[in-house]
């Protein structure tokens, strides 16, 4: 599978491969982290979620791995899809239960 | 179950006229958001309301940005006049209490 640096604003990857997608939080405190995926001209749409009390959650091909001691966040899609196309965005909560989103990722699935 | 509504979905105005977008959450969401969503980035939150009353509004431009939730359901967002750089994504969120937030399809709007 292929992944991103830190932070990239597109990536694009073949049918059929792993994708990681990454992402550094700024707030030491935030102890809820969320993954969204937006497709165009939808809101976003939840993937999945992470407490700060675990370092990893899996899904449905999906799987969200934490790293407080870097403050990193990262979002894995097993056998990408061509409807996995879209933004995606993580997104903190911090203690004034207040969303904050980052800048998002584009993912491009090649046939 | 319907999903959160949002209208209009597109709007075009010159700058200096106003504009308003209505939100209807799901239904029995106690919780609902105003964000906007400039393009490539993640979407910032404007305005927050349990029930009727605005929890937190810290993000809201308050000299031309107003909103209302009056009966604690559905709710506008208001820009006058609008500028230029208002040019956006306005989305509507909503939730049960602080679980998961769900959202509108947006209004996308064109400031000319």
């Known amino acids: 599978g292929e992944s991103v640096g830190l932070h990239l604003p597109t990536l694009s990857v073949q049918e059929g491969d792993n994708s990681i997608i990454n992402c550094a939080y700024s707030?030491?405190?935030?102890?809820?982290f969320i993954w969204y995926k937006q497709e165009s001209g939808k809101g976003p749409q939840f993937i999945i979620d992470?407490?700060?009390?675990?370092d990893k959650r899996q899904g449905q091909r999906v799987t969200v791995l934490l790293n407080k001691t870097v403050k990193h966040l990262s979002l894995q899609i097993a056998a990408t899809q061509p409807g996995d196309s879209a933004v995606y965005f993580c997104a903190e909560m911090t203690g004034a239960q207040k969303l904050v989103f980052g800048q998002g990722t584009r993912l491009t699935i090649n046939p | 179950e319907a999903g959160v509504v949002q209208s209009p979905r597109y709007k075009i105005i010159e700058k200096k006229q106003p504009v308003a977008f209505w939100c209807n959450p799901i239904s029995g969401h106690n919780t609902l958001y105003w964000y906007l969503q400039n393009l490539g980035q993640g979407p910032e939150l404007l305005i927050r309301?349990?029930?009727?009353?605005?929890?937190?509004d810290s993000q809201l431009p308050k000299d031309r940005f107003s909103a209302e939730r009056l009966k604690g359901v559905d709710s506008t967002l208001k820009i006058q006049p609008a500028e230029l750089g208002d040019s956006a994504v306005y989305l509507c969120?909503?939730?049960?209490?602080?679980?998961?937030?769900?959202f509108g399809p947006g209004t996308r709007l064109t400031v000319l």
């Open positions: 707030n030491s405190a935030s102890d809820y």
């Open positions: 992470i407490r700060s009390n675990m």
């Open positions: 309301y349990e029930n009727e009353e605005a929890v937190d």
């Open positions: 969120a909503s939730s049960l209490s602080h679980n998961e937030q769900f």
